[in-house]
């Protein structure tokens, strides 16, 4: 493996779309046969008898398993090769213009139909998921700090269907309104509740990811639909992200804990991407 750029994917024409609205559906990164294989797995946590365990969290038809009491990353070498995606990581490292990158997140939601007749369509408050850790002051507001995130779609997201809810462009809004005051990575309650925007839903079809700038404000919708949505949450950073992916430098052990079985899972691109290698 080099540190040259890898081939390109997206067109100028979505690459300016990403930068412009914060957001850009990705089609067909996994085959449908792959996203129904991943939606299963995902499906197969909920046990049988519907006893919600108590460490996951359950909201409005919105089911978050945690894989242990506090660790929401699903990183079994079954979840392995949504991690080391190539299409994926070759989007990423071309929007952030940078080769070498990290991923993290991991973490899956089932949202199931819900009749609620809650006023919002949201089921969350639109909040933003910055690489920033939530005790700085400030963003630094520079291209290394950048993270791109997303979800994966494993069943088709109809309309009304549970969809992530996104604000067209309210990635530049967020900076705007960070850069205007001191401490603006304290604003809105950390940025966990970003009052009056309008949000659009983003429908999709099983194996479409969804790709989101790390200042998108967004949240979960209810979902009004039979069908249930299942979605996994990865996020690509640079390998000289300021933060250490959303932690303080030194905060994190040195090297890496996957067992045997998840790094042969990983292939030469997976075990970069995981820090199992170096890049
Ligand atoms: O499930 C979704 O569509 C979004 C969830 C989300 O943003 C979160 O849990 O932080
Ligand atoms: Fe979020």
């Known amino acids: 493996m080099t540190n040259a750029m890898p081939e390109p994917v997206l067109s100028q024409e979505e690459v300016d779309r990403f930068w412009r609205d914060g957001y850009l559906l990705i089609r067909g990164v ?11 797995l995902i499906l197969d946590l909920l046990p049988r008898d519907l006893r919600v365990p108590d460490h ?5 038809g919105r089911f978050k398993p945690f894989n242990t009491p506090g660790n929401q990353t699903f990183d079994g070498p079954e979840f392995i090769p949504l991690f080391q995606n ?26 199931m139909r819900n009749d609620t007749a809650h006023p919002s369509e949201l089921s969350q408050d639109l909040h933003i998921d910055p690489a920033v850790p939530e005790d700085a002051d400030e963003f630094l507001l520079t291209p290394e700090e950048v993270e791109i995130g997303g979800c994966y779609y494993f069943t088709d997201v109809a309309p009304g ?6 604000v067209p462009g309210g990635h530049r809004i967020v900076e705007a309104e960070a850069r205007a005051v001191r401490r603006g990575r304290q604003l809105h309650d950390k940025w966990r509740n970003i009052p009056d925007l309008k949000s659009v839903e983003v429908t999709g079809q099983a194996g479409d990811f969804v790709l989101t700038h790390h200042l998108m404000p967004h949240a979960a919708s209810h979902n009004r639909r039979p069908d249930v949505r299942v979605a996994q949450f990865v996020r690509y950073a640079r390998d000289d992200q300021p933060w250490d992916a959303g932690e303080r430098p030194g905060d994190r052990p040195a090297g890496h804990s996957y067992n045997d079985l998840q790094t ?10 995981l820090g199992v290698d170096p890049w």
């Not at 299409?87 to 973490?107: C, E, F, T």
């Open 161 to 166: 269907g549970g969809g992530i809810h996104v």
């Open 86 to 111: 190539e299409r994926l990581y070759r989007v990423a490292a071309q929007l952030l213009g940078h080769p070498r990158l990290l991923v993290r997140d991991g973490s899956v939601a089932i949202t």
């Open 56 to 60: 996951w969290e359950a909201y409005d």
């Open 264 to 273: 042969a899972a990983m292939t030469p691109l997976g075990r970069r991407l």
């Open 30 to 40: 996994l085959t449908r046969q792959q996203a129904r294989h991943h939606a299963g």
